[in-house]
């Protein structure tokens, strides 16, 4: 059942949180050694919070997934990283697990991911490997790949992911789901562990768009012990999430439809489109011409920022301490080696380079501006056009390994979400149609709804319309 059926059968009395919980642990004890969605999972607690849920509560009753880097007290939250794996329970929740239990949620497991939230294959994660359930061969996306795979799988009703670049949307487009990412500032990130502060958003991903509303309603809203987090009005979501798209102008930006995206996904993407535009939309082309410049601009300004953040992981206060050291530079050295994947590696060093003496005006300066410059693009896009639909990916989800050799073509995989993060915009990916594998399987292709900032009601509103003219 989606949360929304869910939520009406433990009302009506024709299911129990205990049965619902069963039900996804026989899910999960048949199918994650083949998937690899979930890190972890406590049957015996998650079964004792199902005996004693209040099913009035607005997710009274319904298990929900945890990313691992959402803290939840008394969990492991490895951050899919030898740094953490074995060595760090969480003393306290983060806002988001807190609502989520003052909401009546169960939380059932832990997700799988990129380390730290490093990568869009999930195959960065130093713990397991988790597989696409439309194709064993192919990768779920990432970094939320464990949690797009666990609700794909049918192993969760919805699950909370972390969006820095897209890793929320691209992630739920290869899986054939529905994910989104908030507003810069509506859900509060205190309790997330931090990748790029000023990029990183939480948000839901689930079976279909009702869901994944129910969820955003709960989590978001002002947190003070959030700096980032928007002192704003939180609209009632399911209020106008049936509203329809009568009246509304879409803007289809032409750089989304450039060189790099596979005609049968334009295909799917436009047809999208132009269902929307028969429920009385108006289809308008806009001009962001600075896209071709974001990707470079984020891997500037993320890495920047990972290498701030992840200097507290330094083998002395937590986490993985190299037992080799000789002395205390020793230690943060060959812990930090030792504890670190490539990847992980990789973004430090360039965040680093980009901080340095010499370098900080010519790179990490430079980028600010840039994204300035993206922000405004979209200011002037959105005095064109209400939303824009745009694709999720350029590609569906690729061969496990295929970028082993080349990682700058993973990076360029993110062209379409990552200008969302960088001006802080509200996005959501909805599944549109499947396009052949070349080998014999058929993978889901995602469609973008972008609103302006603090507009996930109009996201959330147009995504419904077309979700609905999808089926």
Same mark, same amino acid.
Request: negative net charge.
């Given at each position: 059942?989606?949360?929304?059926?869910?939520?009406?059968?433990?009302?009506?009395?024709?299911?129990?949180?205990?049965?619902?919980?069963?039900? #996804?642990?026989?899910?999960?004890?048949?199918?994650?050694?083949?998937?690899?969605?979930?890190?972890?999972?406590?049957?015996?607690?998650?079964?004792?919070?199902?005996?004693?849920?209040?099913?009035?509560?607005?997710?009274?009753?319904?298990?929900?997934?945890?990313?691992?880097?959402?803290?939840?007290?008394?969990?492991?939250?490895?951050?899919?990283?030898?740094?953490?794996?074995?060595?760090?329970?969480?003393?306290?929740?983060?806002?988001?697990? &807190?609502?989520?239990?003052?909401?009546?949620?169960?939380?059932?497991?832990?997700?799988?991911?990129?380390?730290?939230?490093?990568?869009?294959?999930?195959?960065?994660?130093?713990?397991?490997?988790?597989?696409?359930?439309?194709?064993?061969?192919?990768?779920?996306?990432?970094?939320?790949?464990?949690?797009?795979?666990?609700?794909?799988?049918?192993?969760? /009703?919805?699950?909370?992911?972390?969006?820095?670049?897209?890793?929320?949307?691209?992630?739920?487009?290869?899986?054939?789901?529905?994910?989104?990412?908030?507003?810069?500032?509506?859900?509060?990130?205190?309790?997330?562990?931090?990748?790029?502060?000023? #990029?990183?958003?939480?948000?839901?991903?689930?079976?279909?768009?009702?869901?994944? !509303?129910?969820?955003?309603?709960?989590?978001?809203?002002?947190?003070?012990?959030?700096?980032?987090?928007?002192?704003?009005?939180?609209?009632?979501?399911?209020?106008?999430?049936?509203?329809?798209?009568?009246?509304?102008?879409?803007?289809?930006?032409?750089?989304?439809?450039?060189?790099?995206?596979?005609?049968?996904?334009?295909?799917?993407?436009? %047809?999208?489109?132009?269902?929307?535009?028969?429920?009385? !939309?108006?289809?308008?082309?806009?001009?962001?011409?600075?896209?071709?410049?974001?990707?470079?601009?984020?891997? /500037?300004?993320?890495?920047?920022?990972?290498?701030?953040?992840?200097?507290?992981?330094?083998?002395?206060?937590?986490?993985? &301490?190299?037992?080799? !050291?000789?002395?205390?530079?020793?230690?943060?050295?060959?812990?930090?080696?030792?504890?670190?994947?490539?990847?992980?590696?990789?973004?430090?060093?360039?965040?680093?380079?980009?901080?340095?003496?010499?370098?900080?005006?010519?790179?990490?300066?430079? %980028?600010?501006?840039?994204?300035?410059?993206?922000?405004?693009?979209?200011?002037?896009?959105?005095?064109?056009?209400?939303?824009?639909?745009?694709?999720?990916?350029?590609?569906?989800?690729?061969?496990?390994?295929?970028?082993?050799?080349?990682? #700058?073509?993973?990076?360029?995989?993110?062209?379409?979400?990552?200008?969302?993060?960088?001006?802080?915009?509200?996005?959501?990916?909805?599944?549109?149609?499947?396009?052949?594998?070349?080998?014999?399987?058929?993978?889901?292709?995602?469609?973008?709804? #972008?609103?302006?900032?603090?507009?996930?009601?109009?996201?959330?509103?147009?995504?419904? !319309?077309?979700?609905?003219?999808?089926?």
């Amino acid at each position: 059942m989606t949360l929304t059926e869910s939520l009406a059968a433990l009302s009506s009395g024709q299911t129990t949180p205990t049965a619902l919980v069963e039900e #996804l642990l026989s899910q999960i004890e048949s199918q994650n050694e083949t998937i690899g969605a979930l890190i972890s999972y406590d049957k015996e607690r998650a079964l004792a919070e199902a005996a004693k849920a209040d099913t009035s509560l607005p997710l009274g009753g319904v298990p929900i997934v945890l990313k691992d880097n959402i803290n939840a007290l008394d969990d492991p939250c490895t951050c899919a990283s030898k740094f953490l794996e074995n060595t760090y329970r969480s003393p306290y929740d983060a806002t988001v697990t &807190r609502k989520l239990r003052e909401a009546g949620a169960i939380l059932l497991g832990r997700a799988n991911m990129d380390e730290f939230a490093m990568g869009s294959s999930t195959e960065n994660s130093a713990l397991m490997k988790t597989v696409n359930p439309h194709d064993h061969s192919r990768i779920p996306g990432g970094s939320s790949g464990g949690s797009a795979a666990a609700v794909a799988s049918g192993m969760a /009703i919805a699950a909370l992911g972390s969006d820095t670049g897209g890793s929320i949307r691209q992630p739920a487009a290869h899986c054939g789901i529905v994910g989104m990412k908030p507003s810069y500032g509506r859900v509060s990130r205190y309790g997330v562990v931090a990748f790029a502060s000023s #990029l990183d958003q939480v948000g839901p991903l689930a079976n279909n768009v009702e869901d994944v !509303a129910r969820v955003l309603q709960v989590i978001a809203g002002h947190d003070p012990l959030d700096s980032t987090s928007l002192d704003a009005p939180v609209p009632d979501f399911l209020a106008t999430l049936n509203d329809g798209v009568k009246g509304l102008r879409i803007g289809l930006p032409k750089q989304y439809f450039a060189h790099g995206l596979r005609p049968e996904m334009e295909s799917l993407i436009r %047809a999208a489109a132009a269902r929307l535009e028969k429920q009385g !939309a108006s289809l308008v082309e806009v001009d962001l011409p600075s896209t071709e410049a974001a990707v470079a601009t984020y891997y /500037i300004l993320a890495p920047a920022e990972a290498s701030s953040n992840l200097s507290r992981f330094d083998g002395i206060r937590y986490g993985h &301490r190299s037992s080799e !050291a000789e002395d205390i530079i020793d230690t943060y050295k060959k812990s930090r080696e030792e504890g670190f994947g490539p990847e992980v590696k990789r973004r430090i060093l360039l965040g680093t380079y980009v901080l340095s003496s010499g370098y900080y005006d010519a790179y990490y300066s430079r %980028a600010q501006k840039v994204r300035t410059l993206i922000q405004r693009e979209f200011a002037a896009a959105f005095e064109q056009a209400d939303v824009l639909l745009t694709p999720t990916s350029p590609r569906p989800a690729r061969k496990i390994g295929a970028c082993e050799e080349d990682p #700058l073509d993973d990076y360029l995989a993110d062209i379409f979400t990552i200008s969302a993060n960088l001006a802080g915009l509200p996005g959501i990916s909805i599944p549109c149609g499947k396009v052949d594998s070349g080998d014999g399987a058929k993978l889901p292709v995602g469609v973008q709804i #972008l609103a302006p900032h603090l507009r996930d009601d109009l996201v959330l509103q147009v995504a419904k !319309a077309a979700e609905l003219t999808n089926e």
